[in-house]
């Protein structure tokens, strides 16, 4: 299993924003190779330690983009996504305490 990563954003706070993109596609890939290099997803209750900062429901992780071959005529589609809402509020919130520093 292969996960590429490019460092977005440090946050003084100790969270970082990233783009990942994985080679392979296994599953809880990022969320594994992610708490192995000491960086685990905050709001992960199986590869990290409860978030006591912020009340998370699930994992901050989110598929801005999502390609496949479609399983009948093998075409190409691709998806995107915009950040859910609380993804946008989590990151405002780091940001204003970014300033405030």
Known sequence: AVTHFKVLKRYKEGYTLLEVKIDTGRTHQIRVHMSYIGHPLLGDEV????????????????????GINHPTSNKY?????????????????????????
């Not at 590869?47 to 999502?66: C, E, F, R």
């Not at 989590?90 to 940001?95: A, R, Y």
């Open 47 to 66: 590869y990290s330690k409860p978030d006591k900062n912020y009340k998370i429901k699930g994992q901050m992780l989110h598929a801005k983009t999502l």
């Open 77 to 101: 589609m691709e998806f995107t996504s915009d950040l859910p809402e609380e993804f946008e509020n989590l990151l405002k919130t780091l940001e204003n305490k970014e300033k405030s520093i």
